[in-house]
């Protein structure tokens, strides 16, 4: 008797389970749109092709714009050899860049605004602390991109490598 309670009672459960998955999958789910927040992202295809032979391997993937007209700045000489917040030892003869909320290791295109020129890095130290400033580039990739050599701050686009 117990058994045959027991198989009824299974196969209750087993019908009202299937009921409400019936029930769930027939209702029809909308978002109403003052609850979608509207994002615009900006995307471009990247292939390895578009590197200059003396930079740094990049993996392919898509640049996603993050923010134009920021101000860009090259680290001084006297920060060469020392310690990044990353841990790696900085060299201003390397394309690296300090920002202070991307993730180390990210891939950034600087684009420099006045002449077109770009030049991908590698984040691996935190900072500008300089109020108005957004990045600060090593002195290599400031000058790849620099128009007036002898200036020391340019505006620039940034757009993240993402994979």
Do not use: C, W
Not at 1 to 11: E, S, V
Not at 55 to 75: C, L, R
Not at 96 to 124: C, M, Q, Y
């Amino acid at each position: 008797m117990k058994k045959i309670i027991t198989l009824l009672f299974l196969l209750a459960n087993f019908g009202l389970v299937s009921g409400q998955s019936a029930i769930i999958n027939s209702k029809k789910f909308s978002i109403n749109k003052d609850t979608v927040k509207k994002v615009k992202v900006v995307e471009k295809e990247f292939s390895p092709a578009t590197i200059a032979p003396d930079t740094a391997t990049v993996e392919t993937g898509k640049f996603v714009f993050f923010k134009k007209n920021a101000h860009a700045s090259y680290y001084h000489d006297k920060f060469n050899g020392k310690k990044t917040a990353s841990g790696k030892r900085f060299d201003n003869q390397k394309l690296t860049a300090a920002h202070r909320k991307f993730p180390f290791g990210t891939k950034l295109r600087i684009t420099n605004e006045d002449n077109g020129k770009s030049v991908i890095v590698e984040v691996t130290d935190r900072g500008p602390f300089a109020r108005g400033r957004e990045i600060d580039l090593s002195k290599k990739a400031f000058m790849d991109i620099a128009s007036n050599k002898r200036g020391g701050a340019v505006n620039v686009k940034i757009e993240e490598l993402q994979k």
